[in-house]
């Protein structure tokens, strides 16, 4: 019997605004606990929330980049549960008029997990959501042996909650879908999106049924995956667990399940019997809101997006799908290649050097394109050097090594190593014909038709000028004196 | 109690954290019900030519600009703490 996998996910993403949703306390990461609080984000009786006018904009920017229907009007309700992160009892979320409905991620094949991109199972895939609405983060919980600590620096922080449709059929199209919306956050500068700091959470529905029946499975809900690769791990998990069930004949039920990312599973939280009940409804203290401005606002911002970019990439640079694929992956490194490529007579070299030797240089010093030692026109001057035949192609990698090590620019490195190449033509024939006249056979063995023997007179020139010499104009020269 | 057939005073004070005796649930049903008949009022009203609104008043768009303010020290917003430690706030341990 083969199995039908069916995931939705619920994607929540702190976004990138200084101030809290609803009051002026600063959104700082890591601060020291409870030093960014205020009555409206400790719930105390009384005090009133204020829209932050900036987080309403993102989201809404968020909605024009994945393609949304921006709601002309949204409001904020109350949802209700009694949980210490939430000391008023409520949160303030949208329940039935979220900012954004409709909408799309596009799935690229760099999406998915390395070892997964040479079998995609839906090339091209976009999966669709149901809606993106805004509401306000919690307190931070920590739990000891015989209590619970609470943090309310993260109370209030602008939260948007982005609802997938069921159409997600893996967990490498979930890794894939959380890869690229993450990628369109970051470019829109929405959000920094990192999931090790809490800024980018997912919770994932998922259920398994025979192939031969049309209505879904349970539904099983799973949380606390806290990396894309756990949320991968934890959905391949549950795919076998429940397949295992079902072919063992025990029916499933709805329920939630807790990933443990250590013991590599999911354990069973609550069951659809203690669901929260959570009595919805429109918050009193705050007034509906007209999109409109909100949106001319987005547009000004609305950035190229990564497969625009992409696109324009292969266009405008003469590279490849793939090359480009990689460039745009990363804003960062995008916008560094661009630098370099605008300023570069070859674009397609600078590629091969960002892609090649920069990257792999990064990864091995365990350092983000943010912090490249030197900037992309130290780059571009380097290859210069390497195109107008000042230094060899091969000088060029110990070049760049010392640059990357040191931050020094192409040309301080060249002069201090001395290794500016000989491409003075009159300087070059002289040590061409004193190889010429040192070596009589090899002379006599290439004008008798052995042409690897140049190479050998070619290498004596090398050795006289002590690696110096340009290479392609000593061949010329040499050819032209044995012709 | 007819004028509220699903008024569950039961389940609405459970949801609510409201640790009712046998006897208030039974006047809260009847008082609770008195009120709900009172709002149902509003249902024999022809709504029909109005728009929805979510607010009584029709003000929209009440904005702040997204400028950090001072927060309270820590010692401040821990005052009216029952229970602290380290800086946090300290409750009965809570497994979700
Ligand atoms: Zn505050």
């Known amino acids: 019997m083969r199995y039908l996998t069916t995931i939705g996910l619920e994607v929540h993403v702190q976004l990138k605004t200084r101030s809290k949703m609803f009051c002026g306390c600063a959104v700082e990461y890591g601060a020291a606990p409870n030093t960014r609080t205020c009555p409206v984000c400790l719930g105390l009786p009384g005090a009133l929330p204020t829209m932050n006018a900036e987080a309403l904009r993102l989201t809404t920017l968020t909605g024009l980049m994945l393609g949304c229907d921006i709601a002309p009007t949204c409001k904020f309700d109350r949802k209700n549960y009694f949980y210490p992160d939430m000391p008023k009892n409520y949160q303030i979320s949208q329940y039935d008029l979220p900012l954004c409905v409709n909408g799309a991620v596009p799935l690229h094949d760099l999406a998915y997990p390395k070892d997964a991109q040479k079998s995609i199972a839906h090339p091209g895939k976009q999966v669709g959501l149901v809606r993106i609405h805004l509401e306000e983060d919690v307190a931070k919980s920590f739990h000891f042996e015989n209590s619970t600590g609470i943090d309310f620096d993260r109370a209030g922080t602008p939260l948007m909650e982005i609802v997938t449709r069921p159409e997600i059929e893996s967990p490498e199209e979930a890794f894939a879908f959380l890869t690229a919306l993450r990628q369109i956050l970051v470019y829109g500068d929405v959000s920094d999106a990192d999931m090790e700091k809490g800024q980018l959470r997912c919770d994932c529905n998922i259920s398994v049924r025979p192939e031969t029946q049309t209505e879904f499975g349970a539904k099983i809900e799973i949380k606390n995956m806290n990396s894309v690769s756990g949320v991968r791990r934890a959905l391949a998990y549950e795919i076998e667990r429940q397949v295992g069930e079902l072919t063992a004949g025990r029916p499933l039920r709805q329920e939630t399940r807790r990933w443990d990312d250590a013991a590599d599973q999911t354990t069973l939280m609550r069951t659809k019997e203690s669901a929260h009940d959570y009595r919805y409804f429109p918050d009193p203290d705050l007034m509906p809101v007209h999109t409109a401005p909100l949106l001319d606002a987005a547009r000004t911002r609305l950035p190229e997006l990564p497969a625009a970019k992409r696109a324009r990439f292969v266009q405008d640079y003469a590279i490849s799908d793939y090359d480009a694929a990689v460039l745009a992956d990363d804003r960062a490194l995008a916008d560094y290649f661009e630098t370099a490529a605008k300023a570069a007579p070859k674009p397609k070299s600078v590629a091969n050097w960002v892609l090649n030797d920069l990257l792999s240089a990064l990864a091995s010093a365990g350092k983000s394109i943010g912090e490249c030692p030197f900037p992309a026109a130290s780059l571009v001057e380097m290859i210069g050097l390497i195109d107008s035949g000042k230094i060899s192609g091969k000088q060029g990698k110990e070049v760049f090594a010392e640059m990357f090590a040191t931050g020094k620019t192409a040309g301080a490195v060249v002069k201090e190593r001395g290794m500016e190449q000989l491409s003075d033509t009159s300087a070059l024939e002289a040590l061409c014909d004193q190889v010429i006249a040192a070596n009589p056979k090899p002379v006599a063995d290439y004008r008798g038709g052995n042409a690897a023997s140049l190479n050998f007179l070619k290498g004596q020139v090398m050795k006289l000028s002590k690696g110096q010499a340009n290479p392609a104009l000593t061949g010329e020269i040499l050819q032209r004196k044995l012709a | ?96």
Do not use: C, W
């Not at chain 2, 303010?69 to 809570?94: G, M, Y």
């Open chain 2, 1 to 96: 109690m007819s004028a509220a057939p699903d008024l569950d005073v039961r389940y609405i004070a459970q949801l609510a954290r409201l640790d009712l005796s046998e006897a208030e649930i039974a006047t809260f049903q009847t008082q609770l019900g008195h009120v709900l008949e009172h709002v149902a009022a509003l249902r024999r009203v022809d709504v029909s030519a109005v728009e929805p609104t979510a607010h009584a008043s029709a003000v929209f768009n009440v904005f702040r600009d997204d400028e950090p303010r001072a927060s309270f020290p820590p010692e401040v917003a821990l005052s009216n703490a029952p229970r602290k430690a380290n800086e946090l706030f300290v409750v009965t341990k809570v497994v979700e």
